[in-house]
């Protein structure tokens, strides 16, 4: 049931790109993306509701395809500041058909930029 | 406004006793979450709660047990602590838009 998200780590240097990919064994209803630091609470990215749906927060965008049942994230130009552990989160029709409404999380991406 | 809060921040328990954390929203928030996390396995969801007098178990419940007497509040009890159970508890609440996940700061408990 859990999301599987790869890479599990990925080491940049500021300025370079990366992408993190979530993928599902259910249908998905939405993908939501969290950013965790060492020690805090998950912080919300952003959420994707429709197939093929891209969104962007800053310089950090993703896409859903609900066909495939994956979403990406797309994080370009990276800055120190993007440091942490980022997951996905899937609600799935069934759940919410049935007014479940449960967020089930990948293992989580480690992600470190350094200067 | 203070959202989430999450009570206690720390505790350590002896295996076979038993405690409450509690979790508090101040947002009208329908849907509340315990979720654990522990290293590499990403956050576990324990139980959850579609709304007040309600409770769903979720992925992991085992050995844990909630009460939401009040909509604004959801309780996770461990009625006899293990130390499998030593981990990073996070409580989370939604609306029923379920645009986004407002987490508390969590609470790091030990179990000996």
């Known amino acids: 049931q859990q999301p599987v998200q790869s890479p599990q780590a990925v080491i940049l240097r500021e300025g370079e790109d990366a992408v993190i990919n979530c993928s599902s064994s259910k249908a998905l209803y939405s993908v939501h993306w969290y950013r965790q630091k060492h020690g805090e609470a998950p912080v919300f990215l952003m959420i994707?509701?429709?197939?093929?749906e891209q969104k962007g927060h800053e310089k950090i965008s993703a896409s859903f395809n609900e066909k495939k049942q994956q979403s990406s994230l797309y994080l370009t130009a990276s800055q120190l500041s993007y440091s942490g552990t980022y997951f996905c989160g899937t609600v799935s029709p069934s759940w919410v058909n049935t007014g479940g409404f449960k967020t089930i999380f990948g293992a989580g991406t480690r992600l470190f930029v350094k200067a | 406004n203070a959202g989430v809060t999450q009570t206690p921040k720390f505790r350590v328990l002896k295996t076979g006793q038993s405690m409450t954390l509690l979790c508090a929203q101040d947002?009208?928030?329908?849907?509340m979450y315990w979720y654990r996390q522990d290293p590499g396995m990403g956050l576990r969801l324990i139980h959850y709660s579609v709304g007040e007098g309600t409770t769903a178990k979720g992925e992991v419940p085992d050995g844990y047990n909630v009460s939401r007497l009040k909509k604004q509040n959801f309780l996770l009890g461990l009625e006899s602590a293990a130390p499998s159970q030593t981990s990073v508890y996070f409580c989370?609440?939604?609306?029923?838009?379920?645009?986004?996940?407002?987490f508390g700061s969590g609470t790091q408990l030990s179990v000996l």
């Open positions: 994707l509701l429709k197939g093929g």
């Open positions: 947002m009208n928030h329908e849907y």
């Open positions: 989370a609440s939604t609306d029923t838009r379920l645009e986004k996940l407002f």
